[in-house]
């Protein structure tokens, strides 16, 4: 099992930046990948940013350039820097894990640990 709790939420103005926040209950270097995805009221969850187990990165088209995932193996914890934020940006964001080899980590069926998410809000 592992526990993830996330932080860093909070409301913004247009082109503010945030930082979220994700700490694991176990080593998130022994994590096959790890990622954020959102959800918008009345949408489908998305994913925003992957970081896999050989360090490789990807991102959301809509995020790419303003967003940057990382992580603190020391610190047990992710976190998701968020730039020139837009109103579009607006959705509650989630932490999620998988320990296990073989995945894509590319769709939220992928990974099996999810934390319980913070809002971020951004207004014009």
């Known amino acids: 099992q592992v526990q993830l709790v996330e932080s860093g939420g909070g409301s913004v103005q247009v082109g503010g930046s945030l930082r979220l926040s994700c700490a694991a209950s176990?080593?998130?270097?022994?994590?096959?990948?790890m990622g954020w995805f959102r959800q918008a009221p009345g949408k489908e969850r998305e994913g925003v940013a992957v970081?896999?187990?050989?360090?490789?990165?990807s991102y959301a088209d809509p995020v790419k350039g303003r967003f940057t995932i990382s992580q603190d193996v020391a610190k047990n914890t992710l976190y998701l820097q968020m730039n020139t934020l837009k109103p579009d940006d607006t959705a509650m964001y989630y932490c999620?894990?998988?320990?296990?080899?073989?995945?894509?980590?590319?769709?939220?069926?992928?990974?099996?640990?999810w934390g319980q998410g913070t809002q971020v809000t951004v207004s014009p």
């Open positions: 999620a894990a998988q320990s296990g080899a073989g995945y894509d980590c590319y769709l939220d069926s992928d990974f099996t640990y």
């Open positions: 176990r080593y998130t270097a022994d994590m096959y990948c």
């Open positions: 970081i896999d187990f050989d360090g490789s990165l």
